[in-house]
Structure formats: structure tokens, C-alpha cells
């Protein structure tokens, strides 16, 4: 790994109102990632995982504080330089697989490349090894609804390693999967960060997806913990 964070982020605050209440879920938050880091973001609902992962990959901007990602100042950019940020550095991963019905599995990933300058046979190939990479190359032609919950999150994993992204954000990827599919989907994970060098952020509800991580972090009330904060208040009050 490089000596450099591919992620660095300083001081981050990010507030919403709702109706006369004041909401912090990123309050005062520094994070640096590593390259080829696979990190898992652990906490309660409501503790900010969610908007955190979309400051680091473009879609919200904070209130305060910077955030980098490689060379590029993400926190300073206007929507035009974010969108362009976005469709070159960042591949999205939900938990739900956000799959244009009326496509192929093909055509699917293929979608981010459209809107890049990348001529068609350069696209073919790019979605040829994206299938490979996540092992459903004899699905490639099957619609969405064809496919299984599992299948479909690996459609959603390679449309977003197509573009060879700098960084794969995932927010509770194996969410909505059965126990069997949700590892292979963390296994698919653990290989872009382990031989593929790909740094991958993953929020997860999960235990033991998020043991297949490098490193875990939780946050609580918007606060990045290296500590769970259940294990903690346990031993605050231990006799």
C-alpha cells in the first residue's frame, strides 16, 4: 500500500433540519483510508454511516471540514466537476440493486461507460472482465428478474467496478440477501481490496461481513469510534 490516505478527511460536519430540530449525523469527523483498504462502518441507524459514505464519494458536500480522494479536492468541487468525479473515480454499491428492469445484465453494467468517451469494443471488454471479476459471465444475457438476489448484487458489484474506479462505496450490500448470497458478495468485496487493490468502504449492519474487513470503525451520534460503543459503556460499568 501507498504511505498515502487515498482517502483523507478533516474535520467534517454535515447538518440537516427537520422541522424545528437540528440533526448532526457527521459531527467533527477526521478519517483517513488507505489504498486497497477494504474498511467497514459499523453502527446503530442514525449515526451517520450513510451520509459519511456519501460525502466521501461525491453525492452530498459538508458543511464544514475538506475531504480528498486521490487528487481530487471532493469538498471543494462544484455538481458539474462531482458528477464528472463520480462517474471516473467512485463505483456505488446499494443494498438495494437499483437495475433497469428492461436490460440485460450486460447492459447493465455496461450503463456507466455510456457516459464516458470509451469507444464500444474497449466497453465490451471492460464488461467482460467485470463479469469475470464477480463470476456471473453465463448470466450475462439473462434480464433482472431472471436472476436471483445474489445474482443481481453481482450485476450491481460489477456496473460498479466497471469504470476501474479508485474506490467501491457499498452501503449495506448484503442487506437484503439470504446468509449464503451475502457472503459471496462480501467474499467479491474482500477480493477487489486483497488482489484487485481496489479500496473498499462498506457499511454494514453485519457482524460478520464486517470482520472480512481490514479494519472496523463505528460511529456513534455522528462520531467516528474505533471501539464499539456497547463494549465500552460494558466496561464503564463493570464491577
Request: one cysteine or more; proline letters at 5%.
Amino acid at each position: 500500500m501507498s504511505d498515502r490516505p487515498i482517502v483523507e478527511a478533516r474535520g467534517l460536519v454535515k447538518t440537516y433540519r427537520k422541522g424545528a430540530e437540528v440533526l448532526r449525523p457527521v459531527n467533527g469527523i477526521d478519517l483517513d483510508v488507505m489504498p486497497g483498504e477494504f474498511l467497514a462502518l459499523m453502527g446503530p441507524s442514525g449515526s451517520g454511516k450513510s451520509t459519511l459514505l456519501h460525502l466521501i464519494g461525491g453525492l452530498d458536500r459538508p458543511d464544514q471540514g475538506r475531504i480528498r480522494v486521490g487528487d481530487a479536492e471532493v469538498s471543494a468541487m462544484d455538481e458539474r466537476a462531482l458528477c464528472a468525479f463520480r462517474a471516473a473515480h467512485v463505483g456505488f454499491v446499494f443494498q438495494v440493486y437499483n437495475l433497469v428492469p428492461v436490460l440485460t445484465a450486460r447492459e447493465n453494467i455496461e450503463l456507466p461507460l455510456r457516459l464516458l468517451a470509451v469507444s464500444k469494443a474497449r466497453r465490451r471488454r471492460q464488461v467482460d472482465s467485470a463479469l469475470a471479476v464477480v463470476n456471473i459471465t453465463d448470466r450475462a444475457n439473462h434480464l433482472p428478474s431472471e436472476l436471483s438476489g445474489g445474482e443481481e448484487q453481482r450485476v450491481a458489484i460489477a456496473r460498479a467496478l466497471v469504470t476501474d474506479p479508485q474506490i467501491i462505496i457499498a452501503d449495506e450490500p448484503t442487506g437484503d440477501l439470504d446468509e449464503q448470497s451475502g457472503r459471496q458478495v462480501v467474499d467479491i468485496l474482500a477480493t477487489l481490496s486483497a488482489e484487485y487493490r481496489k479500496t473498499v468502504i462498506m457499511v454494514t449492519h453485519n457482524p460478520d461481513a464486517a470482520e472480512r474487513a481490514d479494519r472496523i470503525l463505528y460511529l456513534h451520534r455522528g462520531r467516528l469510534l474505533d471501539r464499539n460503543p456497547r463494549e465500552v459503556r460494558a466496561e464503564e460499568v463493570a464491577p
